[in-house]
């Protein structure tokens, strides 16, 4: 896309926030009309658009649909061999079907060929049936919601075993790291207040009740399946009470825990006629420390960068909705990739250096995935695929983007060809750039091999002399190296054991010899 395209864009993307906002509190006019502004747009544009970028199907071309769901867990095993995918008749008319959905494994070394290690009888279209992979190995337990004799549950599959070998007596949302315990929420009320996140099994016992006295969060041993209440709907309308909360219908949503285990975030949300109010909230296990981090009206969807920084898209007064990363239990926060104006699934790669996130369809139904750096503050786009009219509103396919275990690829939910799918587009910066060719007056490529081993930040000195390349080596390739284009496993000990002690500058003076060798 050109540059004055991408400027006429963001253009249309204000004017589509602006529309939005005047219709929040009207949802049948506002899907009427969006529907209308996208058909219009479609039937003018002229284009036939499908896909672009390196994006592969993985799941099966057989009649069925397959997804995985959220974008805050991988599908991807430890050995970034198995892909978790569910299998479906079909996911475009109803959020929460009743239909029995496949438990599958995709075997990415045998040819994409699947395996069903169970079935699921809640689930929902956007977020599945929470099915992911039990810590601390991430390789050997697959745990996945389920409805048995009249109540959810939770089931753990062993591979080893190839059987079921634990049912817990509550649905989870999030599982902690180390595979300990894992955090439950209300998804009746969740379903019945936002279709597609929920299960429709059972009726919402709370309907009518605006601020139920009843239980929304609860801890779950996963060794002996004890559970334990954690908080009331009461709890959180009472915590930084606001005006706009007295009336007004309350849900939580969006539980993540930290890294460590000893915090986790919430979304709660309150409806006060017809108009949305978020607020995120971090929170110790032992119900200490709850801090409002973020409250004002507006907030999406969150990612822990780490215990103690959490990347959202949501707003603030003095400069709108964008992408912040905010500092737990502070105030503190900084605006990041400010083209990127449009709500986003977020998350970081496995060694926190890049980001990637997407969009919803926009008036041409094309999706996007973007791959984006703090240090440089820049965003990329790496990928577009085309959304049918058919998965749209609360039936709608988000690509929901997600990192590989290794962080060299990563996957999403698509319908671009007719049907959802699970698709792999590889990162870019993780790609080895082919060695230039030598023209015949050349000996020596025009490349500069840049070492970088260890993974610390770079100084300022460091991130200077690599600007300094662009000004007076422009017309030359970089090529920067580190643990995430280097095998070090297959390397001599020399290297192994100057690794292990942390020796970088040793471990680097094998990479600068083994580039020269090679290009």
Not at 78 to 83: G, L
Not at 411 to 418: L, N, P
Request: charged share 30%; proline share 4%; with cysteine.
């Amino acid at each position: 896309m050109t540059e004055g395209c991408e400027v006429k864009e963001m253009g249309f993307t204000e004017i589509e926030k602006a529309g939005k906002q005047i219709f929040e509190q009207f949802p049948v006019i506002k899907r009427t009309a969006k529907r209308v502004y996208q058909l219009a747009n479609v039937a003018t544009s002229g284009e036939a658009f499908k896909v672009e970028g390196a994006v592969t199907r993985v799941s099966p071309d057989d009649g069925y649909e397959y997804f995985y769901g959220y974008y805050d867990k991988s599908p991807w095993d430890a050995t970034d061999r198995y892909m978790i995918a569910l299998k479906m008749k079909q996911t475009y008319k109803s959020v929460a079907p009743k239909e029995v959905g496949a438990v599958c494994l995709i075997d990415t070394k045998k040819d994409n060929k699947i395996y069903k290690i169970g079935v699921t009888h809640s689930w929902n279209v956007q977020q599945g049936c929470m099915a992911q992979w039990m810590g601390p190995d991430f390789k050997s337990r697959v745990i996945y919601n389920d409805f048995r004799d009249g109540k959810y549950c939770s089931v753990i599959y062993s591979l080893k075993e190839k059987q079921e070998v634990k049912v817990f007596p509550l649905p989870v949302y999030d599982v902690s790291r180390d595979g300990t315990y894992a955090l439950s929420l209300d998804f009746n009320r969740l379903h019945r207040m936002r279709p597609g996140y929920g299960y429709s099994n059972l009726p919402d016992a709370s309907k009518g009740v605006l601020c139920p006295e009843e239980t929304c969060i609860w801890k779950m041993n996963i060794e002996n399946g004890e559970v334990e209440d954690l908080f009331k709907y009461t709890d959180f309308a009472a915590f930084g009470h606001d005006a706009s909360m007295d009336g007004a219908e309350h849900k939580v949503n969006h539980l993540m825990i930290s890294p460590n285990g000893k915090r986790f975030m919430v979304l709660h949300r309150w409806f006060q006629k017809g108009r949305k109010h978020t607020r995120l909230v971090t929170v110790n296990l032992d119900k200490t420390e709850m801090y409002n981090l973020s409250d004002d009206v507006f907030v999406s969807h969150c990612y822990w960068k780490n215990d103690k920084e959490i990347l959202s898209f949501l707003r603030k007064k003095e400069t709108g909705d964008h992408y912040y990363l905010m500092r737990d239990k502070t105030q503190e926060y900084k605006l990041y990739w400010p083209e990127l104006n449009t709500d986003g699934h977020c998350s970081y790669s496995p060694d926190r250096r890049y980001i990637i996130t997407d969009t919803y369809p926009n008036r041409k139904r094309i999706a996007s995935v973007y791959l984006c750096t703090e240090e440089e503050n820049t965003s990329r786009k790496i990928a577009r695929v085309f959304s049918p009219f058919r998965y749209d509103n609360d039936c709608r396919c988000d690509l929901h983007p997600r990192w590989s275990r290794s962080g060299d690829k990563i996957c999403i939910d698509s319908v671009h060809e007719g049907k959802r799918g699970v698709y792999v587009i590889p990162v870019p910066v993780y790609s080895k750039p082919a060695p230039l060719k030598l023209s015949q007056d050349e000996k020596i490529p025009r490349i500069l091999h840049s070492v970088w081993m260890g993974g610390g930040p770079k100084s300022d000195v460091v991130k200077k002399s690599m600007q300094s390349w662009k000004t007076y080596c422009s017309d030359y390739q970089v090529m920067e190296w580190s643990e995430d284009n280097v095998d070090l496993e297959n390397t001599c000990e020399y290297v192994k054991q100057a690794y292990e002690k942390k020796k970088w500058a040793f471990v680097s003076d094998y990479v600068r010899l083994k580039a020269l060798y090679e290009y």
